[in-house]
């Protein structure tokens, strides 16, 4: 379930296998399809999808059998890559045909089976799991040629639901999607980021189509893939198969809660080890401190995966003992230890890409990440932590991640502020949204004391605070590199902005300890900063620091998404060379919408030039219609960022 960290991190090794000879048929179907006239499409276009059919069989015992058959062209070389298919398998997944096809412009006909496929696992930070992978490339993927694959597969599903994704990355001429249920059941279909389809009946079987969709564009800035493909949601309900259907949130909810219900027991281990970490711990906030970080930082992430284990987690006990676990493991764990000093806790299910579920999203079993919500009682004293929810019923809930081990507790990663997660609880479940940190929750400040030389050199200190989500993104970047490796890493963030450079200093504070600010200090002496020109010297007041963007003038079709609310402020002081005096400073930027606003401001006093600035992010969604907004934003800021003060040489 722990996608959060590597569950997609699939090897790439070992892509190409052995190939037969061009001696091979090609089904009817496929030749039909070769023949068809592709259409037009965009310049840019790799490849078009011909055909992307499934079928879904139910059979009376609940098994399910999948068919699956898709079709590319390609139109360009980088299309080559529709020629690789991923059958992905567990032990209750099992794949049980596969077989692959390409007919090349010159009419070459090549065939690869089962036997032909690579066979390859997981290597993210799975100790061990069952997921693995048939790979199947064909060859002859040349541009014009067809390439098809057909596969089918036998699964037993935990819960009773199937997905159509109706778009992707190449355009689609024709989708088809069939469903087949045993007679007495009963099916439902919710659509997501499109209207509503109905399916035709045919033969008993239930048959939606579409034709010529179009693909999804990658736009700057746009929110993930899931978040905006169009997709079919279907479940299936039979009274004879109880325990994996469900109508509702509610419902899949008290689904999730049974399947872990026994998960948190309280052993003797567990009460002795909560009782240790917070002996000692005279309030709430001081106990609830003591338990999360020792899951955070003292339970390593390790998944183990088999079968019904990529979702019901391990006994807390047994995590306790290993010290190890994955996402639901580290919730499980630390909910069983906040249990035997008194407090109650709820899992909640998310997914790591933000918009995957919003609160219009239909009941659906698509979550790959879990963390905790964790009942406060009442004059607890952490009420105006950040990351602290009112529910009507349970009262302040405070939401924590165990698995983010540089995010401290009463923050959240970017990731989850704003997005929606299945609340479990013993009553069932809700999709509740979480919350979002504010911009000053999530803030960098930057302050430089530098001084300017005659011959335009410019050297001096810099200080950078940073907090919650930007201390996490800084000390994440950080603690895996190496004092050479930051070192270089300051050093290429340096060359971007100011020449011909020299490194002097380079401090951190509080590395190791998120529950304080990140502080990077360092100094550097940059050659030929200021520009001569005769008498004057013009110098750029915003030394460091890019904030701004670039969006393209053609028509948007997605949101803009920003990571998450921030607020980010800069302090420049320069020290004028003697004999120098300003002569020209440009103008001050301000400019304000409800999801972010900018504003600058330069003055020169003393001797000294003094540039200040300050960019706030307040909502994490850009709609379409407000980009035009943004496109100015960033202009804005942009053009901030070039200007440049004129000094002049006094007599």
Same mark, same amino acid.
């Given at each position: 379930?722990?996608?959060?960290?590597?569950?997609d991190?699939?090897?790439?090794?070992?892509?190409?296998?052995?190939?037969?000879?061009?001696?091979?048929?090609?089904?009817d179907?496929?030749?039909?399809?070769?023949?068809?006239?592709?259409?037009?499409?965009?310049?840019?276009?790799?490849?078009?999808?011909?055909?992307?059919?499934?079928?879904?069989?139910?059979?009376?015992?609940g098994?399910i059998?999948?068919?699956?058959?898709?079709?590319?062209?390609?139109?360009?070389?980088?299309?080559?890559?529709?020629?690789?298919?991923?059958a992905?398998?567990t032990?209750?997944?099992?794949?049980?045909?596969?077989?692959?096809?390409?007919?090349?412009?010159?009419?070459?006909?090549?065939e690869?089976?089962?036997?032909?496929?690579?066979?390859?696992?997981?290597?993210g930070?799975?100790?061990?799991?069952?997921?693995?992978i048939k790979?199947?490339?064909?060859p002859?993927a040349?541009?014009?040629?067809?390439?098809?694959?057909?596969?089918e597969?036998?699964r037993?599903p935990?819960?009773?639901?199937?997905?159509?994704?109706?778009?992707?990355?190449?355009?689609?001429?024709?989708?088809?999607?069939t469903?087949?249920?045993? +007679?007495g059941?009963?099916?439902?279909?919710?659509?997501?980021?499109?209207?509503?389809?109905?399916?035709?009946?045919?033969?008993g079987?239930?048959?939606w189509?579409?034709s010529?969709?179009?693909?999804?564009?990658?736009? +700057?800035?746009?929110?993930?893939?899931?978040?905006v493909?169009?997709?079919?949601?279907?479940?299936f309900?039979?009274?004879?198969?109880?325990?994996?259907?469900?109508?509702?949130?509610?419902?899949?909810?008290?689904?999730?809660?049974?399947l872990?219900?026994?998960?948190?027991?309280?052993?003797?281990?567990?009460?002795e080890?909560?009782?240790?970490l917070?002996?000692?711990?005279?309030?709430?906030?001081?106990?609830?401190?003591?338990l999360? *970080?020792?899951?955070?930082?003292?339970v390593?992430?390790?998944?183990?995966?088999i079968?019904?284990?990529?979702l019901?987690?391990?006994?807390?006990?047994?995590?306790?003992?290993?010290?190890?676990?994955d996402?639901?493991?580290?919730?499980?764990?630390?909910?069983?230890?906040?249990s035997?000093?008194?407090?109650?806790?709820?899992?909640?299910?998310?997914?790591?890409?933000?918009?995957?579920?919003?609160?219009?999203?239909?009941p659906?079993?698509?979550?790959?990440?879990v963390?905790?919500?964790?009942?406060?009682?009442?004059?607890?004293?952490?009420?105006?932590?950040?990351?602290?929810?009112?529910?009507?019923?349970?009262?302040?809930l405070?939401?924590?991640?165990?698995?983010?081990?540089?995010? +401290?507790?009463?923050?959240?990663?970017?990731?989850?502020?704003?997005?929606?997660?299945?609340?479990?609880?013993?009553?069932?479940?809700?999709?509740?949204?979480?919350?979002?940190?504010?911009p000053?929750?999530?803030?960098?400040?930057?302050?430089?004391?530098?001084?300017?030389?005659?011959?335009?050199?410019?050297? *001096?200190s810099?200080?950078?605070v940073?907090?919650?989500?930007?201390?996490?993104?800084?000390?994440?970047?950080?603690l895996?590199?190496?004092?050479?490796?930051?070192?270089?890493?300051?050093?290429?963030f340096?060359?971007?902005?100011?020449?011909?450079?020299?490194?002097?200093?380079v401090?951190?504070?509080?590395?190791?300890n998120?529950?304080?600010?990140?502080?990077?200090?360092?100094?550097?002496?940059?050659?030929?900063?200021?520009?001569?020109?005769?008498?004057?010297?013009?110098?750029?007041?915003?030394v460091?620091?890019?904030?701004?963007?670039?969006?393209?003038?053609?028509?948007r079709?997605?949101?803009?998404?920003?990571?998450?609310?921030?607020?980010?402020?800069?302090?420049?002081?320069?020290?004028?060379?003697?004999?120098?005096q300003?002569?020209?400073?440009?103008?001050?930027?301000?400019v304000?919408?409800?999801?972010?606003?900018?504003?600058?401001?330069?003055?020169?006093?003393?001797?000294?030039?003094?540039?200040?600035?300050?960019?706030?992010?307040?909502e994490t969604?850009v709609?379409?219609d407000?980009?035009?907004?943004?496109?100015?934003?960033?202009?804005?800021?942009?053009?901030?960022?070039?200007?440049?003060?004129?000094?002049k040489?006094?007599?």
């Amino acid at each position: 379930m722990c996608a959060a960290r590597t569950r997609d991190a699939l090897s790439l090794f070992l892509f190409f296998c052995v190939l037969p000879a061009a001696a091979a048929s090609a089904p009817d179907w496929l030749r039909s399809l070769a023949r068809e006239p592709v259409g037009t499409y965009a310049a840019e276009t790799d490849a078009v999808m011909l055909l992307d059919e499934g079928r879904t069989s139910v059979r009376e015992n609940g098994e399910i059998v999948s068919f699956y058959r898709a079709a590319y062209k390609i139109l360009r070389p980088q299309g080559a890559e529709v020629a690789s298919f991923n059958a992905r398998f567990t032990e209750d997944t099992r794949v049980t045909a596969l077989r692959g096809w390409s007919i090349t412009a010159r009419g070459e006909e090549y065939e690869v089976k089962e036997k032909d496929a690579v066979e390859i696992g997981s290597l993210g930070d799975e100790l061990y799991s069952d997921a693995r992978i048939k790979r199947l490339r064909v060859p002859g993927a040349d541009v014009g040629s067809v390439i098809g694959f057909e596969y089918e597969q036998k699964r037993r599903p935990y819960t009773f639901e199937d997905s159509w994704y109706v778009h992707g990355s190449n355009p689609v001429k024709h989708s088809r999607f069939t469903l087949r249920i045993p +007679p007495g059941w009963e099916y439902k279909a919710a659509w997501v980021n499109m209207p509503a389809q109905e399916p035709k009946v045919i033969a008993g079987e239930y048959v939606w189509e579409l034709s010529d969709l179009p693909a999804i564009e990658p736009e +700057p800035g746009m929110p993930h893939v899931r978040a905006v493909a169009g997709r079919m949601i279907v479940t299936f309900f039979s009274p004879k198969t109880q325990g994996r259907t469900y109508a509702s949130w509610a419902e899949l909810g008290t689904w999730y809660s049974q399947l872990a219900a026994s998960r948190r027991e309280l052993t003797p281990a567990i009460q002795e080890q909560a009782q240790k970490l917070t002996a000692g711990s005279a309030s709430p906030l001081e106990k609830i401190r003591a338990l999360a *970080g020792y899951v955070q930082s003292r339970v390593r992430y390790v998944a183990i995966e088999i079968g019904i284990g990529g979702l019901q987690p391990h006994p807390a006990g047994e995590v306790l003992r290993n010290s190890y676990g994955d996402c639901k493991d580290k919730a499980t764990l630390l909910s069983s230890l906040l249990s035997a000093v008194g407090f109650n806790s709820y899992y909640v299910l998310v997914h790591t890409s933000r918009g995957i579920f919003t609160e219009s999203t239909p009941p659906s079993m698509g979550f790959n990440h879990v963390i905790l919500a964790i009942q406060l009682p009442t004059g607890a004293g952490l009420e105006s932590m950040s990351s602290v929810v009112n529910h009507p019923k349970l009262g302040k809930l405070l939401i924590f991640d165990p698995t983010s081990e540089l995010v +401290p507790l009463g923050s959240l990663p970017a990731y989850e502020q704003y997005n929606y997660g299945l609340l479990v609880t013993g009553a069932g479940g809700e999709l509740t949204k979480l919350p979002g940190l504010g911009p000053e929750s999530n803030r960098l400040q930057r302050t430089a004391k530098l001084t300017l030389l005659p011959d335009g050199t410019l050297k *001096g200190s810099v200080e950078e605070v940073r907090s919650g989500d930007e201390a996490a993104r800084g000390r994440n970047r950080l603690l895996h590199q190496t004092a050479s490796d930051r070192r270089k890493s300051l050093e290429h963030f340096l060359s971007q902005l100011v020449g011909n450079f020299q490194l002097d200093d380079v401090t951190a504070e509080n590395l190791e300890n998120s529950d304080r600010d990140l502080v990077l200090r360092y100094s550097f002496t940059a050659s030929k900063y200021a520009k001569s020109m005769g008498p004057l010297l013009l110098i750029r007041p915003r030394v460091l620091g890019e904030k701004g963007g670039s969006l393209e003038k053609k028509q948007r079709k997605y949101a803009y998404e920003f990571d998450a609310p921030s607020l980010e402020s800069d302090v420049f002081e320069i020290a004028l060379p003697a004999g120098y005096q300003v002569d020209e400073l440009p103008e001050a930027a301000d400019v304000k919408f409800p999801f972010a606003e900018y504003n600058s401001k330069i003055e020169a006093a003393s001797n000294v030039l003094k540039y200040r600035r300050e960019y706030k992010v307040k909502e994490t969604w850009v709609p379409v219609d407000k980009i035009s907004d943004l496109q100015r934003l960033f202009s804005e800021i942009n053009n901030d960022e070039r200007n440049v003060a004129v000094l002049k040489k006094t007599n």
